[in-house]
């Protein structure tokens, strides 16, 4: 298993035409799990850990995923349980607003214990981010006690990968205690990938260099900071040499949802290829470049052979 992701996913609603506000087109999205579907369309094996309801959204998200060939063995149903689902508003700059129905939901209800240390602990990648931990106290447990278990056998090959992806409101503005569950988990993790400036209130870090130098001071060497229409900023040395690399020039963006994810899931596919950090970071580039010219968090997604019309590094 290349890459095994810690995470929520909840069925997405999102309008196809502006002119049409009555017909909602169905699919599916969530950081951790857009992430490893960007890296399975390119050949990545991933697998996925989180817990669904009973319900036909559930049904409907299980036989997607196994599409997608993403390993669905860990994942737990939970009889009398729901599944989480939100909203997407287009705006014709192609930014979005969402509306979340989540509260309660199967995905918040992970505890340490529920998945098998033996099975995540083959991958080479393990994979969560901050909105894992925001949605209640037990995941919050479930997310450092796996990223402790994956460290403790964890060899030069194997690494953690952290998106720290802070939103207020699930952390009811209390940045505080957005904080203090990311720096539970730091002394776990190898790589953290934040954004700028949405990520900026958890490193109090007014630029995006000083982000990478509150992470140097977390003991993170290697931080790759987004920084959308920017491109990135990015170390492999906790800020000694800092890199900048541009954005993919695009003509027309149509959707932005999920393009963060896109990066990551790009990212992580390269290195799993044992590129270096900066063809790595590019492929993500190309990735969340192509990806944001279609609607969709997963829809849009680019396949090996659409990356391999821009980029021919990747076999």
């Not at 990545?44 to 309801?53: E, I, R």
């Not at 409907?60 to 737990?76: A, F, H, R």
């Not at 994956?150 to 939103?167: I, L, Q």
Request: proline share 4%; aromatic share 10%; charged share 25%.
């Amino acid at each position: 298993m290349d890459i095994v992701s810690i995470g929520e996913c909840m069925v997405e609603f999102h309008r196809e035409q502006e002119n049409s506000p009555k017909v909602f087109i169905r699919s599916y999205g969530g950081d951790t799990l857009n992430v490893i579907i960007a890296a399975a369309r390119l050949g990545s094996s991933v697998a996925y850990l989180t817990k669904v309801g009973d319900d036909l959204f559930s049904k409907y998200l299980l036989n997607e995923w196994k599409g997608e060939n993403v390993d669905i063995s860990q994942i737990l149903q939970l009889k009398n349980s729901f599944t989480g689902i939100y909203f997407i508003q287009l705006e014709k700059n192609g930014e979005r607003s969402f509306q979340y129905y989540r509260k309660g939901s199967a995905a918040s209800k992970m505890a340490p214990n529920d998945f098998d240390p033996s099975f995540f602990c083959q991958a080479t990648v393990l994979y969560s981010s901050g909105i894992t931990q925001a949605l209640s106290v037990t995941n919050r447990r479930t997310v450092s006690k796996i990223f402790m278990e994956f460290k403790k056998r964890e060899s030069m090959d194997k690494f953690v990968v952290y998106d720290p992806n802070y939103r207020p409101n699930l952390w009811s503005n209390d940045v505080t205690k957005a904080r203090e569950a990311q720096e539970e988990i730091l002394p776990f993790t190898d790589i953290v990938m934040p954004s700028f400036p949405s990520d900026a209130p958890l490193a109090n870090a007014q630029s995006p260099e000083n982000i990478i130098y509150y992470y140097k001071k977390q003991g993170i060497d290697r931080t790759i900071v987004k920084l959308g229409r920017e491109g990135c900023l990015f170390t492999e040395d906790g800020g000694k040499t800092l890199h900048r690399m541009p954005a993919l020039r695009i003509p027309t963006v149509i959707d932005t949802t999920g393009a963060g994810d896109a990066f990551n899931g790009g990212v992580l596919a390269g290195l799993i290829r044992n590129y270096s950090i900066h063809d790595a970071i590019e492929l993500g580039i190309i990735v969340s470049g192509l990806k944001v010219q279609r609607k969709g968090a997963i829809s849009s997604l680019p396949t090996l052979k659409e990356v391999n019309k821009f980029w021919k590094k990747v076999q």
